[in-house]
């Protein structure tokens, strides 16, 4: 599912690894002040609050899991993501439906990803690129990835930023060239063809976020 292939990048982008960077200092502002940093700057303060927030090896299980919500909510357009996966099918939802699709596409990832992402500094390097926009003017942050000793040029992802009211919010990750979301949207829209509804994906949603919990 796009929102599992989106977080794996994120994943991939920050755990135990280094941020450097040629061209800002590390931000100090909170999240939310987007007035006062540029969007690099806020996408470098997010992957700090990562580590300081999960770094923490005394913290239990269910506050790690309880952190790593909260941090998916705050970094991720969540909403925006499950409009632009559903595509014309978002028009056809409730309200209710919208809401649960979303809170679900929150929970599989938690579920999945809170108590194997542990974050450890110093493993490896993240280079932050300069930013850009494209034509819809959405922000384009480059970064490459590569671990300490590892052979090669590294991994290269482009992080995909909106500017919302007080904030920015991360949409999508780019993998060497290929879209997370785009690259995944016609799977969410494939099995509501094959299955009759928006209704039929979100019982499938429920039913995988079960399988996970009782694992």
Do not use: C
């Given at each position: 599912m796009?929102?599992?292939?989106?977080?794996?990048?994120?994943v991939?982008?920050?755990?135990?690894?280094?941020?450097?960077?040629g061209?800002?200092?590390?931000?100090?502002?909170?999240?939310?002040?987007?007035?006062?940093?540029?969007?690099?700057?806020?996408?470098?303060?997010?992957?700090?609050?990562?580590f300081?927030?999960?770094?923490?090896?005394q913290?239990?299980?269910?506050?790690?899991?309880?952190?790593?919500?909260?941090?998916?909510?705050?970094?991720?357009d969540?909403?925006?993501?499950?409009?632009?996966?559903?595509?014309?099918?978002?028009?056809e939802?409730?309200?209710?439906?919208?809401?649960?699709?979303?809170?679900?596409?929150?929970?599989?990832?938690?579920?999945r990803?809170?108590?194997?992402?542990?974050?450890?500094?110093g493993?490896?390097?993240m280079?932050?690129?300069?930013?850009?926009?494209?034509?819809?003017?959405?922000?384009?942050?480059?970064?490459?990835?590569?671990?300490?000793?590892?052979?090669?040029?590294?991994v290269?992802?482009?992080?995909?930023?909106?500017?919302?009211?007080?904030?920015?919010?991360v949409?999508?990750i780019?993998?060497?060239?290929?879209?997370?979301?785009?690259?995944h949207?016609?799977?969410?829209?494939?099995?509501?063809r094959?299955?009759?509804?928006?209704?039929?994906?979100?019982?499938?949603l429920?039913?995988?976020?079960?399988?996970?919990?009782?694992?």
């Amino acid at each position: 599912m796009v929102m599992r292939k989106i977080l794996f990048a994120f994943v991939l982008g920050i755990a135990s690894l280094q941020v450097v960077s040629g061209h800002a200092a590390k931000a100090e502002a909170s999240p939310a002040s987007v007035a006062s940093v540029t969007v690099d700057e806020y996408l470098r303060a997010q992957i700090e609050t990562v580590f300081e927030k999960l770094g923490d090896e005394q913290i239990s299980e269910g506050e790690r899991t309880e952190r790593f919500r909260v941090l998916i909510t705050e970094i991720f357009d969540v909403k925006f993501i499950s409009r632009f996966v559903l595509g014309p099918y978002w028009q056809e939802t409730s309200e209710a439906e919208r809401d649960r699709f979303s809170d679900l596409l929150i929970e599989l990832q938690v579920t999945r990803w809170s108590q194997r992402f542990k974050p450890r500094k110093g493993e490896g390097t993240m280079d932050i690129g300069q930013p850009r926009t494209d034509e819809s003017g959405h922000y384009l942050v480059p970064m490459t990835l590569k671990r300490l000793g590892a052979e090669g040029a590294g991994v290269n992802l482009l992080w995909r930023l909106r500017e919302t009211t007080d904030s920015f919010k991360v949409f999508d990750i780019m993998i060497e060239g290929t879209s997370m979301l785009i690259a995944h949207k016609s799977e969410y829209q494939s099995f509501i063809r094959r299955n009759g509804g928006v209704s039929s994906l979100i019982n499938e949603l429920e039913t995988q976020a079960q399988k996970l919990k009782i694992r």
